[in-house]
């Protein structure tokens, strides 16, 4: 028995080796893989009592269960801390969903992208009321021509029927003033009620009917703009776009530390020429601290990739007084980072092993599983 606890208690401290140890554990097994996980960035990674956890771990056990590898895990803060790690020969292979951008190829190799991945804002609600809501519907252009257009060709189609008929003059229409009789018979043209009355020959009835379609037509305009306006402002609006950004940033924005998030909002700022927005970007580390933020009111936005946006939304006290608020259309891809002396071999079977489960669909079972965490 005192021997299976000395194995045990020796396991869970390979689990949780510092860089300085697992230097030793290495020169000792030189088989032995050294595997980075970064903390705190769920739902793609995570290390909780000597254990790790997501997609991206799975993933990677995925991997080396295929190949028949030994590896132990070393927790990392940040995904730029894995970078530096892989950088200098820390760690063998770093995993999470670490962004492949420019500056960090400068520093590091990565294997072939797993997925692709956005920016999301997690932000407070806000309840719009009907006057915004009317005023972007009368701003769209093809909203007003349509109108325009179906009340030119009812005022035109009503003039030839008065002139082929020499009036309105069926007893719902007259009105006893020949200007009241015509607009009444024109709004009937307009709103579609009673137009058969306005002429029973074969001519005025050529006239209705096309004056129908039109009108058809135009009223499919009228409610598909309007539909499309009003789903548009429950959608994610465009971070990209400068003004929601700086609209954004005057109520702070917390980031995940170290992270693509961090540098890119920061690099955005920058463009802006206005230094003291930096002051609202708020680098916070860990879930618990980023929802305290945004619950407490401290920021009035937290950013970070997509998934890890959608699974924090899931994590704070009301859920229902918060929604994806904005995000970039643009996708980054996101793969392992390969330690600066990991073997070739070993990288191409990484991802040769990558691209053979995103071709059977198992990469993306994986990642299903972990959207709600």
């Known amino acids: 028995m005192g021997h299976l606890r000395h194995l045990a208690v020796v396991s869970l401290g390979i689990l949780a080796l510092t860089p300085t140890t697992a230097q030793q554990v290495r020169a000792a097994d030189p088989q032995l893989l050294r595997v ?26 995925a991997i080396a269960q295929q190949q028949g590898w030994r590896y132990s895990l070393q927790p990392i803060p940040t995904p730029n801390a894995a970078i530096e790690a892989a950088a200098v020969g820390q760690v063998d292979v770093a995993i999470s969903c670490l962004n492949i951008i420019a500056e960090r190829l400068e520093k590091a190799d990565f294997s072939v992208p797993y997925q692709e991945d956005s920016l999301a804002f997690l932000s407070r609600k806000t309840n ?25 060709i009812t005022v035109i189609a009503a003039l030839a029927l008065w002139l082929i008929g020499g009036g309105f003059e069926h007893k719902d229409i007259e009105s006893g003033c020949k200007r009241s009789t015509f607009f009444k018979g024109w709004m009937m043209l307009v709103m579609g009620s009673g137009i058969y009355k306005m002429g029973p020959n074969p001519p005025a009835i050529a006239i209705i009917t096309l004056v129908n ?3 058809l037509v135009a009223t499919s305009v009228f409610v598909g703009t309007t539909a499309t306006v009003v789903l548009k402002s429950t959608l994610p609006s465009d971070i990209s776009q400068q003004d929601s950004l700086i609209t954004a940033l005057r109520d702070g924005i917390g980031v995940d530390l170290g992270t693509i998030s961090e540098l890119w909002l920061t690099e955005q700022v920058r463009k802006f020429n206005q230094p003291e927005l930096l002051a609202k970007i708020r680098p916070i580390s860990g879930d618990k601290a980023l929802i305290k933020a945004l619950e407490h009111g401290t920021v009035g936005s937290i950013m970070a990739d997509s998934a890890r946006v959608h699974s924090l939304s899931g994590k704070v006290e009301n859920p229902g007084r918060f929604q994806i608020s904005a995000k970039t259309y643009n996708q980054t891809p996101q793969s392992f980072v390969f330690g600066k002396t990991l073997s070739k071999i070993k990288r191409d079977q990484i991802n040769k092993q990558i691209s053979r489960m995103r071709f059977e669909g198992l990469i993306e079972t994986i990642l299903k599983r972990w959207e709600n965490s």
Do not use: H, Y
Request: neutral net charge; proline residues 4%; hydrophobic residues 50%.
């Open 213 to 215: 379609i039109c009108r």
């Open 36 to 61: 980075g996980v970064v903390q705190n960035a769920m739902p793609c990674s995570a290390i909780a009592n000597g254990q790790a956890t997501g997609s991206a771990v799975d993933i990677w056990q």
């Open 128 to 152: 719009e009321g009907i006057i915004p809501l009317l005023q972007r519907i009368g701003n769209e252009r093809i909203l007003k021509d349509s109108i325009l257009l179906l009340f030119a």
